[in-house]
């Protein structure tokens, strides 16, 4: 497979694993109780802001690997 065509599908599979991760984590914040105070919110928002960046990474270093000879 050509770098070309891995960046293509790496950024399909950067918005789809973005939008899942996104629905995923307000699914679980809206089943939250309402009453939970804010320094056990920070932990969840740290974790659902920056959880992402993992897999994410893993897709751009394989959209980065130079083609084959």
Same mark, same amino acid.
């Given at each position: &497979? ?9 950024? $399909? ?6 939008? @899942? ?5 307000? +699914?679980? =914040? $809206?089943? $939250?109780? +309402?009453e939970l105070p804010w320094f056990v919110l920070?932990? =969840?928002?740290?974790? +659902?802001? &920056?959880?992402?960046? $993992?897999? +994410? &990474?893993?897709?751009?270093?394989? &959209? @980065? ?5």
């Open positions: &497979m050509t770098q070309r065509n891995r960046k293509l599908i790496g950024i $399909l599979l950067l918005l789809g694993s973005i939008v @899942a991760w996104l629905w995923v984590g307000t +699914a679980i =914040y $809206l089943h $939250l109780p +309402a920070i932990p =969840y928002f740290l974790v +659902a802001g &920056m959880g992402w960046c $993992l897999p +994410a &990474m893993w897709i751009i270093a394989w &959209m @980065a690997r130079p083609d084959r000879s």
